[in-house]
């Protein structure tokens, strides 16, 4: 099978989780963890990172840090992963779930101001598949109506929206390390923000509600959300050659839109006049057949590949949890799209055999 992400190591990751080992720290306490933060931070653009154990942690933490909390709405991203309203649902606030563009597959910023009510507020832009949502718009829109911005970074390491990096937008951001994302430590995320209070919420909330003064003391309730020194190891080997791993990334998208672009049966990814695509996945929509067929078609040539996100709005476990009005973008591309090998271990001859076997069955 061709996997549909194999992440390569190029840099200094054995060396520096050797390091990691021979010093003694594993906890979140160690060196590595810091200089993570302080590079991180340095890297995107903010005054303040926290390293936490995953990316759904740090979206929890953001929603809890700006307080949102019952009667309050905060509009998401139908097109997303679950992550995005675990946090707001148990807080007892409402997602309201707004549908997606067709072709950059990100929030349809047009159809934001519809769905914001007295009860608004938050807004949770969430860039996906490697394009930037559309800041501007969705800026202004949250400056006139007064609301806070989440912005979700976790697909978009390294990418710029009007040159501006992605994470650096609004009144805090989240990022995941998990092992398919741009840059990963196997299993990780982190905030980031400019605001001294909330940072310090955090990472508060991120240590059991414990604060720099370790009396054990606790007067909000936390979580065990740290990334210990062995990822964060991982992470600042990843991030000293991210250009590499970005400059890979689009090479292997190019390489698939030179392949597969002739294919009238099948919509690849746009190139965008605000940003370069840096393909985190290269995501396809088939025309003619299912994606869950040419998925299964592709299976049998060796051919591993995932499908789309499952719309919020069709989630079971959010019944009546969430309001939303018309979603039909989200609910075709989740029946038509599917995304293709591309880690940055795939190998020219891998990228020929999926475009072959993509020619053939779509
Ligand atoms: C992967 C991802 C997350 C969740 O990250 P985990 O580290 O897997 O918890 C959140 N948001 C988006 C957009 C993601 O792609």
Not at 71 to 80: A, Y
Request: charged share 25%; glycine share 10%; net charge negative.
């Amino acid at each position: 099978m061709i996997p549909v992400n194999e992440p390569a190591f190029l840099g200094n990751e054995q060396r520096y989780v050797r390091e990691a080992m021979a010093s003694g720290w594993l906890s979140s306490g160690g060196p590595f963890v810091e200089r993570f933060e302080r590079d991180m931070a340095e890297y995107v653009g903010r005054k303040y990172a926290i390293a936490v154990n995953s990316g759904t942690a740090a979206l929890d933490l953001a929603v809890a840090a700006l307080g949102i909390g019952p009667g309050d709405e905060v509009i998401v991203p139908t097109f997303t992963i679950i992550s995005c309203v675990n946090e707001i649902v148990r807080r007892g606030a409402t997602p309201v779930l707004v549908d997606c563009d067709a072709d950059t597959f990100n929030i349809d910023v047009r159809r934001i101001e519809e769905a914001i009510t007295s009860r608004t507020k938050a807004i949770m832009a969430v860039h996906i598949y490697g394009l930037p949502v559309d800041m501007d718009p969705l800026m202004a829109l949250a400056e006139k109506h007064d609301l806070l911005v989440i912005e979700d970074a976790a697909e978009v390491h390294g990418q710029t929206y009007k040159g501006k990096r992605c994470g650096s937008f609004g009144d805090i951001s989240t990022f995941s390390f998990y092992a398919n994302k741009i840059i990963t430590t196997g299993e990780g995320g982190m905030v980031l923000t400019d605001e001294p209070e909330i940072a310090e919420r955090v990472r508060r909330l991120a240590n059991l509600g414990f604060g720099p003064r370790r009396d054990y003391k606790v007067t909000e309730l936390g979580w065990a959300s740290r990334m210990g020194n062995l990822q964060a190891a991982v992470g600042c080997a990843q991030l000293e050659y991210i250009g590499e791993i970005l400059q890979r990334k689009r090479t292997i998208g190019a390489l698939y839109n030179l392949g597969l672009g002739d294919l009238k049966t099948l919509q690849i990814p746009l190139e965008w006049e605000h940003a370069q695509n840096c393909y985190w996945v290269y995501p396809v929509l088939s025309y003619r057949k299912t994606g869950h067929t040419l998925r299964m078609e592709l299976r049998d040539r060796g051919i591993e590949t995932r499908p789309f996100f499952w719309p919020l709005h069709r989630q079971e476990a959010l019944d009546g949890r969430c309001m939303w009005d018309k979603c039909t973008i989200a609910e075709r591309i989740a029946e038509q799209g599917f995304y293709i090998p591309a880690g940055t271990a795939i190998t020219g001859d891998q990228i020929d055999q999926v475009v072959e076997a993509l020619k053939e069955v779509a």
